[in-house]
């Protein structure tokens, strides 16, 4: 089994599909400096909005020819991840309506997306997010222990870091190179941020793939070096982490906006492939920040505006 589904179809053009995203992109942005995105009063849950995420997801894969989907098919496959997880807490939930709303979209294979929807329970459908992601027993095998270990966090965590470090080892055009390198270091500035926060260490949890040393981080980890964190927050991000005592998402969005801001950058200076990355990406930003506004309820202006990407 296949996490992504196979699109036999054609495409457009790529410079066609640039000019379209182009102008889906600078809608985009209108819609985010109006601060209050079209139809955030219509999202009703986290699901709501993610579905809006899959069927923009499901447009532009559609419009790729072959070469862009393969191009793009790890990019998508990062985003199909949260999804899955997504559907599996709804599945542990029994909320069977909003599994099936998820799986409605195109983005995921026919047989993954029938097992899910049709699973008698959570632990059937992780098997079937297992089989997806794991042709290798040994795979296979480090998902499970992942899932019963530390249920679908623990499987989510799994999941993802096997995911980037295959990824990351695949050849791949500079941008997706680039994408991908970044968002490891994201992701391990995060980890060592987790382990100095809370006091526990964990070698194999940070990603090769990166441009930040696994051996520096783990060091790090080791000795508790928080000094080390604010230097790979700054080499990262360009500025220094917060305190120890801030909150991991006031880390972790400035982390992605600055993730956000060279991507945009990119994506005025870049090639088509980095025009596309740069769309899809932003879809993503839009999608978060609109689930923080939505659970934001009556939180100061300044709190919420503190946690969105910009």
Not at 97 to 112: K, P, S
Not at 117 to 125: I, L, Q
Request: net charge neutral; charged share 25%.
């Amino acid at each position: 089994m296949e996490p992504l589904r196979d699109i036999a179809a054609d495409g457009y053009p790529t410079d066609y599909l640039v000019a379209r995203v182009r102008s889906r992109r600078a809608a985009l942005l209108a819609a985010g400096r109006r601060g209050q995105p079209p139809g955030l009063e219509d999202a009703a849950s986290d699901e709501a909005i993610w579905d809006e995420l899959l069927t923009e997801f499901d447009w532009l894969r559609r419009q790729m020819n072959p070469r862009l989907r393969g191009i793009f098919g790890p990019v998508f496959t990062l985003f199909g991840i949260k999804t899955l997880v997504l559907a599996l807490r709804n599945k542990a939930a029994e909320r069977h309506a909003a599994v099936r709303r998820l799986m409605q979209h195109e983005l995921f294979a026919d047989e993954l997306r029938d097992a899910l929807v049709r699973a008698p329970d959570v632990g059937s459908a992780v098997a079937a997010v297992i089989d997806a992601f794991a042709p290798a027993p040994g795979d296979a095998h480090g998902l499970a222990a992942a899932y019963a270990d530390g249920g679908l966090k623990g499987l989510e965590t799994r999941l993802t870091r096997d995911f980037l470090g295959s990824a990351a080892s695949i050849r791949s055009p500079e941008a997706i190179q680039r994408f991908f390198a970044a968002f490891i270091d994201l992701r391990n500035v995060m980890t060592l941020y987790k382990h100095l926060r809370w006091g526990f260490q964990d070698a194999a949890a940070f990603v090769s793939g990166g441009t930040l040393g696994i051996a520096r981080l783990s060091a790090a980890s080791a000795t508790g070096d928080s000094r080390c964190l604010d230097d790979l927050v700054r080499e990262t991000a360009g500025e220094a982490a917060p305190a120890m005592a801030a909150s991991e998402v006031a880390l972790e969005t400035r982390l992605l906006s600055h993730l956000t801001r060279l991507l945009r950058k990119r994506g005025r200076q870049g090639d088509d492939v980095d025009r596309i990355l740069d769309y899809a990406w932003s879809l993503y930003v839009h999608a978060r920040n609109r689930a923080l506004r939505l659970h934001a309820g009556r939180t100061d202006t300044g709190s919420l505006e503190r946690e969105l990407i910009v």
